[in-house]
C-alpha cells in the first residue's frame, strides 16, 4: 500500500478480532461505574489549547512536547485532548454543574500524546475515568480507590499494587519546593538535563525521574511528607484509615508526584509489575484547585485516569475475556426461494430471541461455499434452508463444532423452541 495510506505513527487500528476484549473491558468499566451512582459525560475530542495549558500547567511533559496543537481555519488554537479532566472541568463550568452540588462522572474515550510509541504507550490511546466533585473528605477518595480495586477484581487481575502519596495544601507544596530546590541546587552536577530543566520550573517531578544515576539523590532528598500542613496530614490519615478498613492493601511512597501540576493532597497510583515499563495502570487525586484555577468556584474535585490499552494488554496476555461474540448459528440459503424466505424467517427468530446471534449468508454462492463460510465465522451451528426445506417448511441444523451431535431436520414451526433449549 502507498506510504501515505497508512496510519499515523503511535496510532491504532482495533481491528474486529481485536474489539471484543475491548468491548469486555469497556463494557465492565459503564456497568462498574454505574453502580456506584457515576453518571457519564461526553465531552469534544477538540477543545481549545488554552484549557489545557491553564489546567494541565506550563512546565508538564505534556503541555511542553506531547500536545497535538493546531489552527483551524480561523486562526483559533485547538488541542487533541490529551488527557480527560480538563474537559470534564470545562463542561462542569460552562454548564454550570458545581454550584451547591455533588457530581460524580465518569468518561471513556480517545486522548493523544505526541510520545515515543512503545509496548503500552501510544500518540492515540483510550483512557477511562471519574471525576467527583463537591466532596471534600476523605471518604470520596477512599471511594475512589475502591472502584478502581473493583475493576481490577472483575477483570481478574492479580498482583496490582497500589500507591498513595499526599502532596499537601498549596501553600505546604509550595513551602517544600523550596526546600527542594535548595536541596538540588547544592548537588546540581549530579542532575541530569531532564532535571536541570525541572529545577526552578518543577522541582517535585526530579522526585520522579527513572534514571538510575540519579537514584541515590532522590532517596536522600528532603521528604515530602515532612512538610505537610495539619489538615492534610488529618485528611491523609483519613483515607488510611479508610483503605484499612474496606481491606484495600497500599504502599506509601513520599517519592510519588504525578506528572500534572493541577494535583494537591492524595495522588496514588495502580501499578503492575506484569507489563514491563509501562506499568502505571491508573493514577488520579485530588485537583481541589483546579475548577478555581481555570476560573469558576473552589470545588473540591477527586478522580482518577485508567489507561485502557494497558488493560487490554493484560486481558490478552492472560486470557481472562472468556467471552464469546461469535454467532449461534449462521444461515445457509441456497436457491432463489430460500434466500426470500430466509430473510423473514431469521427477523422472526430476532423478535422473538433478543440474545440470539444470527448470521445470514449474503452474496449467495454455491452450497459448499456457504457452509465453508459458516465455519470461518465461528458459528456452533448452520441453519439450511433450502429447496426442500422450502417446500417442506422445515430447516435442517448442522452442528458445525460438535462432531457428536447429529444434524437433524426439524418443523421450521419448532424452530423457536428449539434455539430456546438448546442455542441459548
Ligand atoms: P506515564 O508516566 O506512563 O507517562 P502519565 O503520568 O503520563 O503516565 P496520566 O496522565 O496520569 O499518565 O494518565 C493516566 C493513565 O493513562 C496512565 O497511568 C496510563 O495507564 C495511561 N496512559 C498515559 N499515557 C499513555 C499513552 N501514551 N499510551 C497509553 N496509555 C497511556
Ligand atoms: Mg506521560
Same mark, same amino acid.
Given at each position: 500500500m502507498a506510504k501515505n495510506l497508512q496510519s499515523v505513527? !503511535?496510532?491504532?487500528? +482495533?481491528?474486529?478480532?481485536?474489539?471484543?476484549?475491548?468491548?469486555?473491558?469497556?463494557?465492565?468499566?459503564?456497568?462498574?461505574?454505574?453502580?456506584?451512582?457515576?453518571? &457519564?459525560?461526553?465531552?469534544?475530542i477538540i477543545?481549545?489549547?488554552?484549557? $489545557?495549558?491553564?489546567?494541565?500547567?506550563?512546565?508538564?511533559?505534556?503541555? &511542553?512536547?506531547?500536545?497535538?496543537? $493546531?489552527?483551524?481555519?480561523?486562526?483559533?488554537?485547538?488541542?487533541?485532548?490529551?488527557? !480527560?479532566?480538563?474537559?470534564?472541568?470545562?463542561?462542569g463550568m460552562q454548564h454550570g454543574l458545581f454550584h451547591n452540588q455533588q457530581q460524580r462522572i465518569w468518561y471513556i474515550g480517545p486522548m493523544f500524546r505526541h510520545e515515543r510509541p512503545q509496548k503500552g504507550r501510544y500518540r492515540g490511546f483510550y483512557q477511562a475515568g471519574i471525576e467527583?466533585?463537591?466532596?471534600?473528605?476523605?471518604?470520596?477518595?477512599?471511594?475512589?480507590?475502591?472502584?478502581?480495586?473493583? #475493576?481490577w477484581k472483575k477483570l481478574? $487481575?492479580?498482583?496490582?499494587?497500589?500507591?498513595?502519596?499526599?502532596?499537601g495544601s498549596n501553600e505546604a507544596r509550595q513551602a517544600y519546593r523550596d526546600v527542594?530546590?535548595? =536541596?538540588?541546587?547544592k548537588h546540581e552536577e549530579l542532575l541530569d538535563e531532564d532535571s536541570k530543566r525541572r529545577l526552578h520550573k518543577n522541582p517535585l517531578r526530579i522526585l520522579d525521574t527513572k534514571n538510575p544515576k540519579m537514584k541515590d539523590l532522590v532517596s536522600n532528598a528532603p521528604d515530602l511528607l515532612d512538610y505537610l500542613d495539619? &489538615?492534610?496530614?488529618?485528611? #491523609?490519615?483519613?483515607l488510611k484509615q479508610r483503605l484499612d478498613g474496606m481491606g484495600i492493601a497500599y504502599q506509601v511512597n513520599s517519592r510519588l508526584?504525578?506528572?500534572?501540576?493541577? =494535583?494537591?493532597?492524595?495522588?496514588?497510583?495502580?501499578?503492575?509489575?506484569?507489563?514491563?515499563?509501562?506499568?502505571?495502570?491508573?493514577?488520579?487525586?485530588?485537583?481541589?484547585?483546579?475548577?478555581?484555577?481555570?476560573?469558576?468556584?473552589?470545588?473540591?474535585?477527586? !478522580? #482518577?485516569g485508567i489507561g485502557i490499552d494497558r488493560l487490554q494488554l493484560l486481558v490478552e496476555e492472560q486470557g481472562l475475556d472468556q467471552s464469546n461474540n461469535n454467532p449461534h448459528a449462521y444461515f445457509v440459503l441456497s436457491g432463489k426461494e430460500a434466500e426470500l424466505a430466509g430473510l423473514t424467517i431469521a427477523e422472526g427468530l430476532r423478535d422473538t430471541h433478543e440474545q440470539f446471534r444470527l448470521l445470514v449468508n449474503g452474496g449467495s454462492g454455491s452450497f459448499k461455499s456457504q457452509l465453508k463460510r459458516a465455519d470461518n465465522s465461528g458459528a &456452533?451451528?448452520? $441453519? +439450511?434452508?433450502?429447496?426442500?426445506e422450502v417446500t417442506d417448511k422445515t430447516i435442517t441444523i448442522k452442528p458445525l463444532r460438535n462432531k457428536q451431535k447429529e444434524q437433524q431436520t426439524i418443523a421450521q414451526a419448532d424452530l423457536d423452541e428449539y434455539i430456546s433449549n438448546n442455542l441459548l
Open positions: 505513527r !503511535g496510532m491504532r487500528d +482495533i481491528l474486529p478480532e481485536q474489539s471484543s476484549s475491548w468491548q469486555f473491558i469497556e463494557n465492565i468499566a459503564r456497568e462498574l461505574f454505574n453502580s456506584y451512582g457515576y453518571k &457519564e459525560l461526553r465531552t469534544p477543545e481549545s489549547t488554552e484549557l $489545557f495549558k491553564r489546567s494541565i500547567g506550563d512546565a508538564t511533559d505534556i503541555v &511542553e512536547k506531547e500536545m497535538y496543537t $493546531f489552527e483551524d481555519r480561523n486562526g483559533d488554537s485547538l488541542t487533541l485532548r490529551p488527557e !480527560g479532566t480538563a474537559g470534564c472541568v470545562r463542561a467527583t466533585y463537591g466532596i471534600e473528605g476523605p471518604e470520596i477518595d477512599a471511594e475512589v480507590i475502591a472502584i478502581a480495586a473493583r #475493576f481478574g $487481575f492479580k498482583n496490582v499494587r497500589l500507591e498513595i502519596n499526599s502532596l527542594l530546590i535548595k =536541596y538540588f541546587s495539619d &489538615e492534610s496530614k488529618e485528611h #491523609f490519615e483519613g508526584v504525578r506528572g500534572i501540576d493541577y =494535583y494537591n493532597r492524595t495522588v496514588f497510583e495502580w501499578i503492575t509489575e506484569e507489563l514491563g515499563a509501562q506499568g502505571t495502570i491508573c493514577a488520579g487525586g485530588r485537583y481541589d484547585g483546579l475548577v478555581k484555577q481555570l476560573g469558576g468556584r473552589a470545588t473540591p474535585a477527586c !478522580g #482518577f &456452533e451451528y448452520a $441453519f +439450511i434452508l433450502g429447496e426442500n
